[in-house]
C-alpha cells in the first residue's frame, strides 16, 4: 500500500561520514522525513539542492563567518523556497543580522536534541524572523549597545550619540547583563568576545 504520510524532503550536509550516517539514520527514522540525499561540502549541496529541490536543508557544518552569508545566498539562489537549518556554535552579531527577516532560516546549537531538530524541520519552532536559538537572544539594541560598551563608552555617551535617555541606555544595559549571565559591564564585554557579538578587548569607561 502507498505511504499516505506527507514527508517532508530533507537534504542533509555534514562533512563527517560517520556523523552523518546517525543523523541521516536518526533523522529517517521520524516520521514525516524523508532524507532525499547526503552532501560532504559545501558545493555538493548547493548541487544537490539544485536538482533535488527538498523542502528543508539541514547544514550540520560549523560555518566560516565571512562564508556564512554567500552560503545562504547560494541555497536561496538555488531555491528560494527551501528552508535552512544550520547546526553550528553561536551565532555572531553579523550572522545573527543576516539572519534576521529570513523566515526561512534557523540557526541551532550543534548539541541541539533530535527533538528540536525534528521540531524545526517540521516548521513548528520557526520564529517569524527566522532565528531559533537556546540562549536569550540579545534585542539590536542590546547588541547595539555591547559593541558601543566594547569601545570604551560611557552610557553617557551612548545616550547622546543614540538619542536616547541615559535611563533606557541603563535600562538596555540591565537586559544585556541578564541574558548574558553576567553581573558587570567588563564581564558582558568578555562574554559578548567568546559569543562573537563583539571583537575586540574593552577599554576603559566601562562600569559607569
Same mark, same amino acid.
Given at each position: 500500500?502507498? +505511504?499516505?504520510?506527507? &514527508? #517532508?524532503?530533507?537534504?542533509?550536509?555534514?562533512?563527517?561520514?560517520?556523523?552523518? !550516517?546517525?543523523?541521516?539514520?536518526?533523522?529517517?527514522?521520524?516520521?514525516?522525513?524523508?532524507?532525499?540525499?547526503?552532501?560532504?561540502?559545501?558545493?555538493?549541496?548547493?548541487?544537490?539542492?539544485?536538482?533535488?529541490?527538498?523542502?528543508?536543508?539541514?547544514?550540520?557544518? +560549523?560555518?566560516?563567518?565571512?562564508?556564512?552569508?554567500?552560503?545562504?545566498? !547560494?541555497?536561496?539562489?538555488?531555491? %528560494?523556497?527551501?528552508?535552512?537549518?544550520?547546526?553550528?556554535?553561536?551565532?555572531?552579531?553579523?550572522?545573527? *543580522?543576516?539572519?534576521?527577516? &529570513?523566515?526561512?532560516?534557523?540557526?541551532?546549537?550543534?548539541?541541539?536534541?533530535?527533538?528540536?531538530?525534528?521540531?524545526?524541520?517540521?516548521?513548528?519552532?520557526?520564529?517569524?524572523?527566522?532565528?531559533?536559538?537556546?540562549? %536569550?537572544?540579545?534585542?539590536?539594541?542590546?547588541?547595539?549597545?555591547?559593541?558601543?560598551?566594547?569601545?570604551?563608552?560611557?552610557?553617557?555617551?551612548?545616550?547622546?550619540?543614540?538619542? *536616547?535617555?541615559?535611563?533606557?541606555?541603563?535600562?538596555?544595559?540591565? @537586559?544585556?547583563?541578564? &541574558?548574558? +549571565?553576567?553581573? #558587570? !559591564?567588563?564581564?558582558?564585554? *568578555?562574554? @559578548?568576545?567568546?559569543?562573537?557579538?563583539?571583537?575586540? %578587548?574593552?577599554?576603559? @569607561?566601562?562600569?559607569?
Amino acid at each position: 500500500m502507498a +505511504d499516505l504520510v506527507s &514527508k #517532508t524532503r530533507v537534504v542533509l550536509c555534514e562533512p563527517r561520514r560517520a556523523v552523518a !550516517q546517525v543523523l541521516a539514520y536518526s533523522l529517517a527514522e521520524t516520521v514525516g522525513i524523508d532524507i532525499v540525499e547526503r552532501a560532504g561540502s559545501y558545493q555538493t549541496a548547493i548541487d544537490t539542492i539544485r536538482h533535488s529541490q527538498p523542502e528543508v536543508v539541514v547544514v550540520a557544518f +560549523d560555518y566560516e563567518r565571512e562564508l556564512f552569508g554567500r552560503l545562504l545566498a !547560494q541555497v536561496i539562489e538555488s531555491d %528560494p523556497s527551501a528552508r535552512v537549518v544550520f547546526l553550528a556554535s553561536p551565532p555572531t552579531n553579523q550572522i545573527m *543580522l543576516l539572519a534576521t527577516g &529570513k523566515p526561512g532560516l534557523a540557526i541551532l546549537p550543534a548539541s541541539s536534541s533530535l527533538e528540536t531538530l525534528v521540531a524545526v524541520i517540521r516548521g513548528t519552532l520557526m520564529t517569524d524572523i527566522g532565528l531559533v536559538w537556546s540562549e %536569550p537572544a540579545l534585542s539590536g539594541r542590546e547588541l547595539e549597545i555591547l559593541v558601543l560598551l566594547s569601545e570604551g563608552q560611557t552610557a553617557a555617551t551612548m545616550a547622546r550619540a543614540l538619542h *536616547l535617555s541615559i535611563h533606557t541606555i541603563r535600562f538596555h544595559i540591565k @537586559g544585556l547583563l541578564s &541574558k548574558l +549571565d553576567v553581573s #558587570t !559591564q567588563t564581564e558582558a564585554i *568578555l562574554a @559578548g568576545i567568546r559569543r562573537g557579538y563583539v571583537s575586540g %578587548p574593552a577599554r576603559s @569607561g566601562v562600569d559607569r
